[in-house]
């Protein structure tokens, strides 16, 4: 009898840490479901004004500009050595021309004879549409010179006036030892340039702290000189601890209540401190942040700099944000144990950072919103070509389910699965299995019933029962009742209730609109899917609703593997959603 209280008092504080983490309006209320069918992988890129093939790429960003195309920047060697750019005018299915912005060359560094070296390529589009690209360079040898380092690297920038096709003149703005460079433009103008400060060097290794430096004239200068150094830095974020310091790879948004909040990695080359990544806000632009203090005791202090989640260890974060506020962080490393790029989901305070997701393997990447519900993720995956070890870059998009309010009597006619928009970004998504199966979940409701209308996707239509079939499901959380609701290609709908851990089968029938462009069960034809539109009876969802009840969803799908009775059944459900827990998945709101 102990055992089974204790198991109620730990589902019961589930619920209660679950509805802790979100202080987000039920229709602000975000999940990401990536779509596996808009998943590429570049292993190389032609670069025509020299005539060779790039087949090492690494430190990729992929964002979308002004003129409706993405702008992807990367670099050619795990440390360097050549930035490059390309654009795609059709959502990354294929790109252009590949730009070498800037090559490595000779030079003379504190220790002589020495080559110069470019690495961190990012950028950012200012609000006059220019596009802003920064990168570090260093001499190659003179960069481990330490007590000359800060001469032997720095920042350079160049500007493009149309998308990122062609580039003006780089010019250095920083000298000082340093990596990974990356920019925020206020409303004010001002720009901001956040880099790892890692000029201090202890144990015979860099120290490094996130610093900033501030341009008010558009990019021409920086701390109010053309090129500044590392001696006008201001500090901003400093982790400490009775080994080292540590901080960097910081990139930040404003928020909609006028602060910025960054995310930043906390490690070293040789320590790991397992509180990584983090976020660090200001309300104050920066202003007051006291220097000596910084460097002497690390700061700011929680709660302006904490953990993004307890159950992420990562590293090279990103962080980027929705059009509604909310905040996303990206970043490579375990989260609950499992390896992989992970984004995690934030509110409009960028906090309470939870329903991690991970599109793919890899590490050093970017998100960016891209519009009409999506958002593109990209990074960097080593793997092995002929025994060489090289880079390649990963990018995939991802649909955002909102939650929904939802106006009685009001949801649209079924269409057929060939008329539907798949980019309606109003619908519920579920497509990340494999890149042809993909199914989207709009839902209305009257006096009658709930109304769930599907269209599923599938080249293999397959249906013997409805529990042996390609079917849209969808589990219901309403007060303590939880209800599962399947629908097929034959038009049969069943019902279940959930009690002691199994399903019980409550009502079944047919629904009269049903749509379905295919044959089903000749796997010798390519078929499109089905469409169909069911309606529930509240008597069997528990009774009449009120005015303003929220239902919590979590859609589902199963998956014939082939049209044969004993063919495997896959089962597939939102990464980042625990299916045993109502309060953590997306709301629906009666109105």
């Known amino acids: 009898m102990g055992k089974r209280i204790l198991e109620i008092a730990m589902v019961g504080a589930a619920a209660i840490i679950a509805a802790a983490c979100c202080s987000m309006q039920p229709e602000q209320e975000y999940r990401i479901s990536w779509d596996r ?38 670099m050619d060697d795990h440390y360097g ?15 252009g021309p590949v730009t070498k912005v800037r090559a490595c060359h000779p030079g003379v560094s504190t220790l002589g004879e020495d080559e110069v070296v470019y690495v961190n390529p990012d950028f950012l589009q200012l609000r006059d549409g220019r596009i802003m690209l920064a990168w570090q360079w260093r001499y190659r040898k003179g960069y481990g010179d330490l007590p000359n380092t800060n001469m032997n690297c720095g920042i350079e920038i160049a500007f493009s006036n149309d998308g990122g096709r062609t580039w003006g003149e780089p010019r250095e703005v920083y000298r000082g030892r340093c990596w990974e460079p990356a920019m925020l433009e206020l409303p004010s103008g001002e720009i901001h340039m956040y880099l790892t400060d890692s000029q201090k060097i202890e144990q015979n290794m860099s120290c490094p702290k996130t610093s900033l430096i501030r341009s008010f004239d558009g990019g021409e200068t920086w701390q109010g000189k053309p090129c500044c150094t590392w001696e006008d830095v201001e500090g901003i974020s400093y982790t400490r601890d009775s080994r080292f310091g540590y901080d960097g790879m910081a990139t930040a948004v404003l928020l909609d209540d006028g602060s910025i ?27 007051d942040v006291d220097q000596e203090t910084l460097l002497k ?5 929680y709660p302006l700099k904490k953990q993004v989640n307890k159950d992420m260890v990562g ?34 305070k960028a906090d309470n950072f939870t329903h991690g997701t991970s ?114 499901v969808i589990q219901i ?105 109502p309060s953590d998945w997306l709301p629906v709101v009666l109105k």
């Not at 909040?261 to 104050?284: C, F, H, L, N, R």
């Not at 890149?435 to 599907?454: C, P, Y």
């Open 37 to 74: 069918s808009s998943f590429n992988c570049l292993t190389e890129m032609p670069i025509p004004a020299e005539g060779y093939i790039e087949r090492n790429l690494y430190y990729p960003r992929i964002k979308r500009v002004a003129d409706g195309g993405l702008l992807l920047s990367f």
């Open 81 to 95: 050595w050549n930035v490059f750019t390309c654009r795609s005018e059709d959502d990354g299915r294929t790109w």
């Open 261 to 287: 909040a960054m995310s930043i990695e906390v490690w070293s080359g040789k320590y790991v401190v397992d509180q990584t990544p983090v976020v660090v806000k200001t309300p104050s632009n920066w202003h």
């Open 297 to 301: 005791d690390g700061g700011p202090a």
């Open 315 to 348: 590293y090279g974060p990103y962080i980027g944000r929705l059009p509604g506020g909310q905040v996303l962080v990206l970043t490579n490393g375990q989260y609950r144990g499992e390896q992989g790029v992970w984004v995690l989901e934030g509110d409009g």
């Open 359 to 472: 599109p793919f393997q890899g590490y050093w990447g970017s998100i960016d919103y891209i519009g009409n519900g999506k958002v593109i993720a990209t990074g960097t995956e080593r793997y092995r070509d002929t025994g060489e070890l090289r880079g390649r870059v990963n990018y995939i998009t991802g649909r955002i389910n909102y939650g929904k309010c939802l106006k009685k009597n009001d949801l649209p006619e079924l269409l057929a699965p060939e008329a539907y928009d798949r980019d309606n970004p109003d619908s519920w998504f579920l497509g990340s299995r494999d890149s042809v199966n993909a199914t989207f979940f709009d839902f209305g409701w009257s006096s009658q019933g709930f109304t769930l209308q599907t269209h599923l996707y599938t080249p293999r239509i397959s249906s013997f029962t409805l529990e042996n079939s390609d079917a849209s």
């Open 477 to 581: 959380g309403r007060g303590k009742e939880v209800y599962k609701l399947a629908t097929g290609p034959s038009g049969e709908w069943k019902l279940f209730e959930l009690e002691n851990c199994s399903w019980h089968e409550t009502a079944s029938g047919e629904t009269s609109e049903i749509i379905v462009t295919g044959t089903v069960n000749d796997d010798g034809d390519a078929d499109t899917g089905f469409a169909s539109s069911v309606t529930v009876a509240w008597k069997l969802l528990g009774g009449t609703p009120r005015s303003g009840e929220v239902l919590r969803i979590h859609p589902a799908r199963w998956i014939k593997t082939a049209s044969k009775e004993k063919a495997a059944r896959l089962w597939e459900e939102p990464q980042g959603e625990n299916p045993d827990l």
